[in-house]
C-alpha cells in the first residue's frame, strides 16, 4: 500500500469519524428536545385545586359560568349525599342554585358552605 492509499484511508476514515460524531450530537440534541417536550406538555397540563368549603360568596359570583355550573353541580351532589337522597331533580337543582345565588348577592363575604349548611340543617 502506497503512502497516498494509506493518508487516503485515514482522511476517509476521518471524514467518517466526523460524520458519526455528528449523526451522535443530532441524535443527543434530538432525545433532549424529546425529554423537554414531555416535561413542558405535563407541566402544561397542570391543574389547580380548590377548597370547596373556604369558596365565598363573591368569589362564586365572579365566576365564569362554566366553572359556576361545575362548582354548583359539585356542591349540590355533595350536599345531597349528605342528606341521604340518591335521586337527581333537576327542576329543584335548578331552583337550589338560583336560591344560592340570591342568598350570594346578599351576603358577598359569607362562605358558600355556611349558606348551604344553613340551608340543609335538619
Excluded at 54 to 66: H, I, N, S, T, V
Excluded at 83 to 102: Q, S
Amino acid at each position: 500500500m502506497n503512502s497516498t492509499g494509506y493518508i487516503g484511508f485515514l482522511e476517509d476514515n476521518a471524514k467518517r469519524s466526523d460524520r458519526d460524531m455528528s449523526t451522535h450530537r443530532v441524535r443527543i440534541f434530538v432525545w433532549c428536545l424529546a425529554f423537554v417536550g414531555v416535561l413542558v406538555s405535563s407541566a402544561s397540563q397542570a391543574q389547580y385545586m380548590v377548597d370547596m368549603s373556604l369558596l365565598k360568596c363573591g368569589q362564586y359570583l365572579a365566576m365564569p359560568p362554566d366553572q359556576s355550573r361545575i362548582y354548583a353541580a359539585w356542591m349540590s351532589g355533595w350536599f345531597n349525599q349528605k342528606m341521604g337522597y340518591t335521586y337527581i331533580n333537576l327542576e329543584a337543582y335548578a331552583r337550589n342554585v338560583e336560591n344560592v345565588k340570591a342568598w350570594c348577592a346578599t351576603n358577598p363575604g359569607e362562605l358558600v358552605m355556611t349558606g348551604l349548611q344553613r340551608a340543609t340543617a335538619k
